[in-house]
Structures are given as structure tokens and as C-alpha cells.
């Protein structure tokens, strides 16, 4: 055999060795195919909508960190936060793309369990955040301590009305573990004051400010709060705060009756200096989107997360209003991140 021929048989082999080692080292694995073999990492962010101002911050959140660990983000969720069928198909969509992993607000804590399962069948990681899931086929529930930030306010109203007097819940819709946590919250902390009664806690508002407003306006009515029937109020999400705000105005109780809100806007922000609102239990959505792509990018690098990551919530009132570290969390810079 010739000096030729030896070296083309040696060189055939090592091309064919190079070639088995980088088929190799890029299988899936459980930490996401797109975590492997060097690929550029497409991470998924599933919000529960895209109208209200608290999705437009984890958005702006989400996008910080995509930057910060060169990585991409697609942002997609439905228009409306009662669209269950839209999220759903969004999230089955995803894994159809074989996105490296998904994060996602669940509409439902049951209903996205199956799209969930799929996902992690197709070893596509899901890190959970804002809403829990029901379900251990997730990696990491990143999200505020919502049973905790509802007794924040339980707590304030409570002490606003004297710790006497009736107070009303409107709560925001069945199926939302969020929101149920921050109900309950709110509900223990009110019950254990001897002096107040909850006179209603079974009306749900729904998911556009619309229907809140109409719920809100006939719960005042049927509970004679102009009369002066109720002394305090408590929402537990930004479009009920803001349909009973509308509704306190339009029944002319407003400031007559304290009223707790959750989640902040402009509007909502306008109305707590002007004093319609007595105080509002903010959460950092930007901090949770951030801290949720953070999280599935650690994952996908095969680091250790923690099973759940409280990303904090606070009571603000009138006077809070113009320290630096609240208007950090409820005036984020978006135009800085999403150009808006």
C-alpha cells in the first residue's frame, strides 16, 4: 500500500471520528435540546396576556436577562387573560417548535398540566412562573409569595377601617391559583380581627376591567355601600382593582370606602396619590420575568435551581409613593427594553 493511500485512509478516519464526537454532542438531553452542542438558546416566555401593564414589565424583565445571558426570547401569550384555548395552544405550539425551554404564567392550575407533561416528554424544561401549577413536571415556580402579599393586605385594611366594620372581596376567576392565594390571605388576616365581618367574598369579577366594573358596581349597589353599609374593599389583581375603582367613583364612595388594591398602572398609581385608593400590595413583575428566564438559562447550563423562588411584594401607600425603590418597581424603564 502507498504512502497516499495510507495517509487517505488515516485522513477518511479522523474526519469520521470528528464527524461521530459532534453527532455526539449534540443529543438532547433532559436539560433541553437546545442546551447542548453549543446552540443558541430559544427560550419560550408564555405570559397569561398581553394588555395589562403588570405583563408588560415581565416582558421588560425577560428581555433584560435574555441580553444579559445572550440568549433569545420569544415572547407569546393570549390577547386575554380568560383565552385558556389560545395559551394552551400557544404552549402546545412551542413544543411542536422544539423550543430549548418554556416559561409560563398558567391560566389554570390544572388545565396546562397537559401541555406542561408534553413539554417534558419532549425534554422541554418549564419553569412556572407568577401562577403555580399543579403538577411536579415543572422545574421551578418562580413567583410572589401570594398568600403572604394578601395578608399584607388584610392587614392594612384591617387597620384602616379601625379593625370595624364590613368588608367585601371581590376576587377575579375561578381556576387562577394566584389570585385564590391572595384571596385566602386576605381572608385570614380579616377574620382573625373580631371587629370586622366579611359581608361578601363570593363574586368574581373576571378578567377585563369591563366586567369588573359591572360586577363591582352591582356588588356595591347589592351591599348598600352608599348608604355607608361597608367600610373597606379588597381586589386582588390589576384589571378588579382597577373596574372597582371606576365603580367607587361612579356610586360616589369613593375615599368613603377604604379600598386595598392589588398590582399598580398609571391609573391605578394616579388614583392612590389622589386618594381613591388607600393603598395598593405591588409585586415586581419585572424582578419575576427576569428571575424566571435567569432560572431556566441556569437549568439549561445543567446548574441546580431551587424548587421555588419568591420574588417579593409590598404595600404602598399614598406617602410611599416617591421613594426611589418604589418607583423602581412600579415605574420600570420599558421603553429601555421593549422601545415602547
Request: hydrophobic share 45%.
Amino acid at each position: 500500500m502507498s504512502v497516499h493511500v495510507v495517509v487517505c485512509a488515516f485522513v477518511i478516519a479522523l474526519l469520521a471520528a470528528c464527524s461521530k464526537t459532534s453527532s455526539s454532542a449534540t443529543t438532547s438531553t433532559d436539560a433541553g435540546a437546545g442546551a447542548t452542542g453549543g446552540a443558541r438558546l430559544r427560550i419560550a416566555v408564555v405570559p397569561k396576556g398581553t394588555t395589562h401593564e403588570f405583563w408588560k414589565s415581565v416582558h421588560a424583565g425577560a428581555v433584560k436577562a435574555s441580553r444579559e445571558l445572550d440568549v433569545d426570547v420569544v415572547w407569546k401569550g393570549p390577547l386575554r387573560e380568560d383565552d385558556l384555548k389560545a395559551q394552551v395552544d400557544v404552549v402546545s405550539s412551542f413544543v411542536a417548535q422544539g423550543v430549548s425551554g418554556i416559561v409560563l404564567a398558567p391560566l389554570d392550575a390544572t388545565a396546562l398540566r397537559a401541555p406542561v407533561r408534553a413539554a417534558r416528554q419532549a425534554k422541554i424544561p418549564v419553569v412556572v412562573f407568577d401562577s403555580d401549577l399543579a403538577s411536579d413536571d415543572h422545574v421551578s415556580f418562580v413567583a410572589t409569595d401570594n398568600e403572604a402579599a394578601g395578608r399584607l393586605a388584610g392587614e392594612h385594611l384591617g387597620k384602616a377601617i379601625g379593625e370595624d366594620g364590613k368588608v367585601v372581596v371581590l376576587r377575579y376567576q375561578e381556576g387562577s391559583a394566584s389570585t385564590q392565594h391572595r384571596e385566602k390571605g386576605f381572608l385570614d388576616a380579616v377574620r382573625a380581627m373580631p371587629g370586622v365581618t366579611v359581608a361578601s367574598e363570593n363574586q368574581y369579577g373576571g378578567a377585563t376591567t369591563e366586567s369588573a366594573f359591572h360586577k363591582s358596581e352591582s356588588l356595591l349597589l347589592a351591599q348598600r355601600a352608599a348608604e355607608g353599609a361597608i367600610a373597606g374593599v379588597f381586589t386582588p389583581n390589576e384589571s378588579t382593582t382597577f373596574g372597582m375603582l371606576q365603580a367607587l367613583r361612579k356610586t360616589n364612595v369613593a375615599r368613603k370606602v377604604k379600598f386595598v388594591g392589588f398590582d399598580a398602572s398609571e391609573k391605578l398609581l394616579g388614583a392612590l396619590r389622589e386618594g381613591d385608593i388607600e393603598a395598593l400590595v405591588v409585586q415586581n413583575p419585572f424582578n419575576m420575568g427576569y428571575v424566571a428566564v435567569k432560572t431556566m438559562v441556569a437549568h439549561l447550563h445543567g446548574e441546580k435551581v431551587a424548587a421555588r423562588i419568591d420574588t417579593g411584594s409590598r404595600v404602598v401607600t399614598r406617602q410611599d409613593l416617591d421613594d426611589p425603590a418604589v418607583q423602581e418597581i412600579v415605574r420600570p424603564d420599558l421603553a429601555r427594553w421593549l422601545g415602547e
